[in-house]
């Protein structure tokens, strides 16, 4: 008898989903432990509301594979209902025609109002919305081990010259100074920072405005000099490495610290670890008040079917609510993509990237990432990954001669 009512309820059940569930299918990159757990919090809340998820994951940071894996969907004719992307990528996608229209759901919801210009300017295209923004993540920021900062010495470096010299005290400490994955995206990461590192105007004269004066110049002669110093101080295997097994370096204290963007603070959460006892994090040194920003955003794609379409409304006004704006940030280790979310929930790493982003927002030291396509399309993204990983591995004699061939690459993708 209970196992006749128990089949019954699980039947009912079935066509319940069935009747008013359509699945999204989702393209994204967040395969990673602490990425996973954060994707879960929005495989939950969707299935909540009856939508069911397929799941199309394709690896690596920067979404450089999930960018040839959706060409190629497309291409067959049979896009994903929605795609994690980045900044210049989809406006490229919009500029094509290839994606749906949120406008009905964003002003029933008031978005205008509560995401913030900075990234409205990578949601919208032609005046309508196109994409719904999940979250703003920085790539200016270091994560190091605080038994290891303590034993360099306790003092985050806030200067170049404080960084240089606390990575070389962790080097005499006996461990790896530096966790790096020797793959162009983690390179072009790093070197966000480096950048920045020289100043907001130099940052925006190289990489928003793309000078060829500044990209050639001396100062990108120096940033190039920084990007090999930091070479210096990676362990022997870091080639090919994923980005999470650098972090784990430092969450088990065999490397000192990482130059990774807030995902990072993911995987050291997943770990089970609190900011400040554990792990400390900072801006790269001498960057501090200034964010170089990418924001993940879902674009849906033009399908066919009402239902699909009802289901693609769901999930971006379901990844609008301030409730889920929180719950998956503090996980992510990213902050919320709207103005109006409390920070009660965030740790202290999650609260002051709210805090930075604010000031910054309002001080004009706001930029997008170029390593994750928020400052240039990516042709000159690619371009720019290039000539930074070909410097970090020692194919050029000095800084001088990385950025003569920055200015060379990046006018030729233009
Ligand atoms: C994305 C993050 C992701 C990271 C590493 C970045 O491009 O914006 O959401 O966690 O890549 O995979």
């Known amino acids: 008898m209970s196992k006749f009512l128990t089949t019954t309820a699980i039947a009912l059940t079935m066509m319940a989903g069935a009747a008013k569930a359509t699945d999204v299918e989702v393209l994204h990159w967040w395969t990673s432990g602490g990425e996973a757990a954060a994707l879960n919090v929005l495989k939950e809340d969707l299935q909540s509301k009856g939508i069911g998820w397929v799941d199309m994951p394709v690896a690596g940071g920067g979404g450089e594979a999930a960018m040839t894996a959706l060409r190629a969907r497309v291409t067959a004719g049979d896009p994903p209902t929605a795609v994690q992307m980045l900044g210049f990528d989809i406006l490229d996608w919009a500029e094509q025609g290839a994606l749906g229209n949120l406008d009905e759901v964003a002003a029933a919801e008031g978005w205008d109002k509560v995401v913030p210009e900075a990234l409205q300017k990578f949601s919208k295209y032609d005046g309508h919305w196109i994409a719904a923004p999940v979250n703003v993540h920085s790539t200016n920021w270091v994560w190091i081990n605080k038994a290891a900062l303590d034993a360099a010495g306790g003092k985050a470096p806030e200067s170049w010259d404080e960084l240089v010299a ?242 060379e690459a990046v006018a030729a993708a233009q």
């Open 166 to 407: 606390m990575l070389d005290k962790m080097k005499a400490n006996g461990i790896t100074p530096l966790a790096h994955g020797g793959q162009p995206w983690q390179d072009a990461t790093v070197f966000d920072g480096v950048v920045l590192s020289k100043g907001n105007d130099f940052y925006k004269n190289a990489f928003i405005d793309l000078d060829p004066d500044t990209l050639g110049g001396a100062d990108m002669a120096d940033a190039f000099d920084r990007l090999m110093k930091l070479r210096t101080y990676v362990d022997d295997n870091f080639s090919g490495r994923d980005w999470n097994l650098a972090s784990a370096m430092v969450i088990e204290g065999k490397a000192g610290m990482q130059m990774m963007g807030d995902w990072a603070k993911g995987e050291f959460l997943k770990a089970g670890q609190k900011p400040g006892a554990d792990f400390v994090c900072i801006r790269f040194p001498g960057t501090q008040g200034s964010v170089t920003f990418n924001s993940d955003q879902f674009a849906m794609f033009n399908v066919s079917g009402d239902d699909k379409v009802k289901a693609q409304m769901e999930m971006a006004s379901s990844i609008e609510s301030p409730k889920f704006q929180s719950a998956f940030n503090v996980v992510k280790g990213s902050v919320p993509a709207r103005t109006d979310v409390p920070d009660t929930d965030f740790d202290d790493c999650g609260k002051k990237g709210m805090k930075d982003l604010a000031e910054a927002n309002t001080s004009g030291s706001l930029f997008g990432s170029m390593a994750h396509g928020h400052a240039a399309p990516a042709s000159v993204k690619n371009a720019v990954y290039d000539v930074v990983t070909k410097a970090f591995n020692g194919g050029y004699k000095d800084g001088a001669e990385a950025a003569a061939a920055l200015a």
